[in-house]
């Protein structure tokens, strides 16, 4: 089935570091949906992303939907401890009732204080 | 109060039981989605629903059935609970042409 790479599986970085991750595919994604999950709770939407080319952010996050509209980059400036979590990136395939949402492993996050 | 809410939070089973995960969401969204989490593999798609009329199989149904009692509730059932069906189990919800899905807080399954 269609796969999202998503890289780096996981990341360990000092407080107050730029982190970078981001999701790649063979196929062509209409959205890209950015998601992070703390422990013990479910995924919560960080960014949503629609069009080839957007770049959108949310306080210290910035994401952009790529141009080839086949890969998304999430970006987390001066990292702060409760960054700490899984990111998952998702995308949708296809469109109307036979839209697909196709995600990838995740991130793993740990910021050292 | 949380827009997706499931119960039971936390559940402990045996081998052969017959074992019922509810959702209920208060966000008038017509789709829901049930998900399992397993270690290493991200959110694998079980069962989805987009309206109460209408039940899709996803990635992984095999062992599981659903019933969509209303259009806030969404039920996940294993009938014949095995050790590998052991998870974290979510539930979400979407609507409309962005689809955003919106999660519940999850449910930790245990099956001995």
């Known amino acids: 089935g269609q796969q999202l790479n998503q890289s780096p599986q996981s990341m360990f970085i000092q407080e107050g570091e730029d982190v970078s991750m981001n999701c790649t595919s063979s196929?062509?994604?209409?959205?890209w949906l950015w998601y992070k999950q703390d422990p013990g709770e479910g995924p919560v939407l960080l960014i949503a992303?629609?069009?080839a080319g957007e770049l959108t952010s949310n306080g210290r996050l910035t994401a952009q939907f790529g141009i080839t509209r086949k890969d998304s980059f999430l970006n987390i400036s001066a990292s702060i401890p409760s960054d700490v979590g899984i990111y998952f990136c998702?995308?949708?395939?296809?469109?109307?009732?036979?839209?697909?949402?196709?995600w990838g492993l995740g991130t793993s996050l740990a910021v050292n204080p | 109060d949380a827009d997706v809410t499931q119960t039971p939070r936390n559940r402990i089973t045996k081998t052969g039981k017959r074992i019922m995960l509810e959702c209920s969401q208060t966000?008038?969204?017509?789709?829901m989605y049930w998900y399992r989490q397993d270690p290493g593999l991200g959110l694998r798609l079980i069962y989805y629903?987009?309206?109460?009329?209408?039940?899709n199989k996803g990635e992984i149904s095999d062992g599981y059935s659903v019933s969509r009692q209303a259009q806030a509730k969404f039920s996940l059932s294993l009938e014949s609970a095995i050790p590998n069906q052991t998870a974290l189990y979510f539930c979400?919800?979407?609507?409309?042409?962005?689809?955003?899905?919106?999660f519940g807080p999850g449910t930790r399954l245990t099956v001995l």
């Open positions: 629903s987009f309206d109460v009329k209408d039940i």
């Open positions: 966000k008038g969204h017509d789709r």
């Open positions: 998702a995308g949708h395939l296809n469109a109307g009732n036979n839209r697909k949402l196709i």
């Open positions: 196929s062509i994604f209409n959205t």
């Open positions: 979400a919800t979407s609507e409309g042409a962005l689809d955003e899905q919106f």
């Open positions: 992303l629609y069009k």
